[in-house]
C-alpha cells in the first residue's frame, strides 16, 4: 500500500497496527497448509469492528491510543471517499466540515468495511482473512483512499 504523503497529517494514523474483528455466522476455514483463513460460501458477517493500538518501538509493545491521540487531526477536508476490499466507494462527511480527527477516520474506516466487507470474495467466501490494517492510500486515477489490509 503507498501512503503517499499528500497529507501529512496521516503519518501517525497511517502508523497504527489495528486489526478488523470479523465474526462470521460460520466457522472460517484453514485453506490446505497453510496460515490462511477462508469463509464458507455460505458465510454471512455477524459482527465487524475495527481495534487499533499504537506500536512502540522502545519496548517493541503495543499501547492504546490517548485521549490526545484519539481527538488529533488524522485527515484535513471536510469529506474523504474510502474503498476496502471491494469496488464499492462510501464517501464520509467530517463532523466540524473541515477535518477528521483520528477517531472519527477510524470509524470511517470501519463504516466502510461494514458497508461494503460482505461483498468481497477471497476463495469464494467473504474475506475474512485480509485483516491486518496497514493505513489509507489515495489512488491516483480516481482520487479515491484505499483502505490497507494485510494478512
Known sequence: CDKGMSHPELKFFNSLSGRLEIQVNLPPERIGQLE???????AQIVTLSLKVQVFNREDQGFRDLT???RSSVAFLGGEISLRGETDTVVTHHARNGESFT??????AVADT???T???SEW???VDVHHVFFEG???SSE????????GS
Open 36 to 42: 490462511n483463513l477462508r469463509a464458507p460460501p455460505e
Open 67 to 69: 485521549d490526545e491521540e
Open 102 to 107: 483520528v477517531d472519527e477516520l477510524l470509524e
Open 113 to 115: 468495511e461494514r458497508r
Open 117 to 119: 466487507r460482505d461483498k
Open 123 to 125: 476463495f469464494g467466501g
Open 136 to 138: 489509507i492510500s489515495q
Open 142 to 149: 480516481d482520487g479515491v483512499w484505499s483502505i490497507c489490509w
